[in-house]
């Protein structure tokens, strides 16, 4: 064991003297996973409510409830064939609510666009005069009516711990559909997918959204999950937490991550 560790360092130094850092792929998997971040830095708070914005098949949810098995995850899944998933998810555990609605900034009726890659499904249509990154997958087959929900009006009483949001360039509109919620602060940190490149009609710009967020109060945290096309960023996941909280997550984060590094100081 000694000698193991001692090869080790001797490895180490040689790497360093060519600046290069030995760090292990599992560690390197768990510093770019927002869930093992979020059970890191949120250790001392009591998450009860965790909104799963775009839950899809209910993976998501299912994760989140395992990280915070105190906490109610509110799963949002406007789509038929993913919210038949998500109630089986409901049936092996009963903290994932689903709900079949759409967030967005009204309560009312709309069309969902569904999409080759039923993944990329959206409020919005999809730009097919764009060369995608994922080529075709993009391209819309038929419309269907789903119904959209207000954050504001789902959640009139109640704080948000965790909201997270990916809903294929929806994720402005849902952000002003919470306008009570974000001016009482009642939400304390968003998980949202931020796209950088122009993938729907009528999408917003990432900067746009990213400075939607920071005017209402919160801070970049880190950006996980990247995704690049040919060295130019494409999309990413972005950690916000509200500035309320920017003290105590400072004191979290300063026992689970390496100083002057993205990178977990525990894998466990």
């Known amino acids: 064991m000694h000698f193991l560790t001692t090869l080790k360092k001797f490895i180490k130094w040689i790497l360093y003297q060519f600046k ?12 770019d996973d927002p869930f093992a971040v979020l059970s890191k830095i949120f250790i001392g708070f009591d998450v009860k409510v965790i909104v799963d914005g775009g839950a899809s098949i209910g993976s998501t949810s299912i994760r989140f409830s395992k990280v915070f098995p105190r906490s109610i995850v509110h799963s949002f899944e406007p789509y038929p064939k993913f919210f038949r998933f998500l109630m089986e998810c409901h049936k092996i555990n009963k903290h994932v609510k689903p709900y079949p609605y759409a967030l967005s900034d009204c309560d009312g009726i709309s069309r969902l666009s569904i999409n080759k890659n039923e993944g990329t499904n959206s409020l919005l249509k999809s730009d097919e005069t764009k060369d995608h990154p994922h080529n075709d997958l993009f391209y819309s087959l038929k419309t269907i009516k789903i119904v959209t929900k207000k954050l504001d009006d789902v959640f009139k009483d109640e704080a948000i711990d965790i909201l997270k949001l990916d809903l294929q360039g929806g994720e402005l509109n849902a952000l002003k559909g919470a306008t009570n919620l974000l001016a009482e602060k009642r939400i304390k940190s968003i998980l949202c997918e931020v796209m950088f490149e122009t993938t729907y009609m009528e999408q917003c710009k990432g900067t746009e959204l990213i400075s939607y967020i920071v005017n209402q109060g919160f801070y970049i945290f880190n950006f996980y999950q990247t995704h ?7 999309q990413t996941d972005i950690l916000f937490i509200h500035n309320t909280l920017k003290e105590t997550i400072s004191q979290n984060s300063k026992h689970f991550f390496m100083p002057f590094s993205k990178y977990l100081l525990s894998i466990r």
Request: glycine content about 6%; hydrophobic content about 35%; aromatic content about 10%.
């Open 20 to 31: 290069l850092e030995l760090v292990s792929t599992n560690l390197t998997a768990k510093s």
């Open 228 to 234: 690049f096309h040919h060295g130019q960023i494409y």
